[in-house]
């Protein structure tokens, strides 16, 4: 397993990452400025929402980062005991999800 930020990265977030083209960088960003919320069963989903977006598109632009902002919009990362189960992109609202 490979560590990203706080989190470790599991065999199977590895494998959908390559697979959905989201970088490491990606999650990070992710993981350090999305909202969290619970998903009822155990792990915690998180999100970039509008604010956030704002937010990280002046850091990045002040930074030089090449991240595409705007294409971690639908962009989430699902955690459980500091373990990141999966990442992906989000083509549905998120629903019945309580803030953390």
């Not at 792990?43 to 850091?59: D, F, Q, S, Y």
Request: contains cysteine.
């Amino acid at each position: 397993m490979e560590t990203i930020t706080s989190c470790t990265l599991s065999q199977h977030a590895k494998i959908r990452s390559k697979q959905r083209g989201i970088s490491k960088s990606s999650i990070n960003k992710i993981l350090a400025y999305g909202k969290e919320y619970f998903d009822m069963h155990g792990a915690h989903i998180h999100v970039l929402r509008k604010k956030e977006i704002k937010t990280l598109h002046g850091e990045c632009v002040f930074y030089g980062d090449k991240i595409s902002v705007d294409r971690l919009r639908n962009t989430y990362v699902v955690t459980a005991e500091n373990t990141i189960i999966t990442v992906g992109h989000r083509y549905r609202p998120l629903n019945n999800l309580t803030g953390v």
